[in-house]
């Protein structure tokens, strides 16, 4: 089996800055893009940034300049660093990954749990 596995959420004040991590574990053969999606109720889950295996990334406009994405391909792990928070960043963060299992041809979408953030004074 697959998954992965969020971590760093929590409450911070508005400025102020947290790093999420999520970890890829189980028979892994590679992983392609690796992206931070959020979702808050009653709307859509939003992507947030992405990264390629490479380290090609890309950013939603409404956190360009505060968030960084970044990977690290060893260790099967991909981070966001989130900067400058402001009350709207309160969302459940969620990791996604395409992944290929070892002895399986194609690639498959997966999903963490999620992670809360709370943005507030």
């Known amino acids: 089996q697959v998954q992965l596995v969020e971590s760093g959420g929590g409450l911070v004040q508005p400025g102020g800055s947290l790093r999420l991590s999520c970890a890829a574990s189980?028979?892994?053969?590679?992983?392609?893009?690796m992206d931070w999606y959020r979702q808050t109720p009653g709307k859509q889950r939003e992507l947030v940034a992405t990264i390629t295996t490479g380290g090609g990334s890309n950013y939603a406009d409404f956190v360009k300049g505060r968030f960084t994405i970044s990977r690290d391909n060893a260790k099967n792990t991909v981070a966001l660093q989130m900067n400058s928070l402001i009350a709207e960043d309160t969302a459940v963060y969620y990791c996604?990954?395409?992944?290929?299992?070892?002895?399986?041809?194609?690639?498959?979408?997966?999903w963490g749990q999620g992670t809360q953030v709370i943005v507030s004074s």
């Open positions: 996604y990954a395409q992944i290929r299992r070892s002895g399986v041809w194609s690639f498959r979408n997966y």
């Open positions: 189980g028979s892994i053969d590679s992983i392609g893009t």
